[in-house]
């Protein structure tokens, strides 16, 4: 099958998901520059998903320039991840409502864990299709950064128990960990 109408469902879903959330962010009640404050939570939760949702957009469109088509198990993988991304809102409102309240936060770290599973499954789905001396089978390797993130996710909900912000310090790590889009697949890409 050609991957062009799973790339093409996939920015749609995306660019739902992104309308969404912005569509949960309120402005304040007052109309002064201290009336900012009662929505920070909800504005940095938002930013911080923004990113991620973000990330996984380019990392999905740089991961399908290495794939010359896709099956049946591809498309569920890849409905996978964009059910899990789209649990992203949600989470982002709670949390930032919440003002970081733990249980919020935890469930927020599940939510973003999930998405990171699903990125992974559908990833070595490709992989399996594509056959281990595929292009991105070569940029993928063992998908250490892959497992890496998942372990990061584990240990911010570990860390909500403790501090939200410890939890934060491990979201933003897997943040700037794939900000930059994934580096393994340009080089094979380029070479």
Not at 78 to 97: H, K
Not at 126 to 150: I, Y
């Amino acid at each position: 099958m050609d991957k062009g109408r799973l790339e093409a469902f996939s920015d749609g879903v995306i660019a739902v998901i992104i309308t969404i959330m912005v569509l949960e962010l309120h402005p304040p009640h007052e109309a002064a520059w201290g009336a900012l404050l009662e929505v920070a939570h909800p504005f940095f939760a938002y930013v911080l998903s923004f990113i991620y949702i973000g990330i996984y957009w380019n990392n999905h469109h740089h991961m399908f320039q290495a794939v010359e088509h896709v099956n049946g198990p591809v498309l569920w993988a890849n409905n996978f991840l964009l059910f899990c991304l789209s649990i992203v809102p949600f989470a982002t409102n709670w949390m930032g409502e919440s003002e970081f309240a733990m249980v919020p936060t935890i469930f927020y770290g599940i939510v973003m864990f999930l998405p990171g599973l699903g990125y992974f499954v559908l990833a070595n789905t490709l992989v399996k299709l594509h056959g281990p001396d595929s292009t991105l089978a070569r940029a993928m390797g063992r998908g250490k950064k892959e497992w890496l993130s998942l372990v990061l996710y584990a240990l911010g909900i570990a860390g909500a128990f403790v501090h939200p912000f410890i939890a934060f310090g491990f979201y933003m790590a897997v943040a700037a960990m794939w900000l930059i889009p994934d580096q393994r697949i340009e080089r094979q890409l380029g070479s």
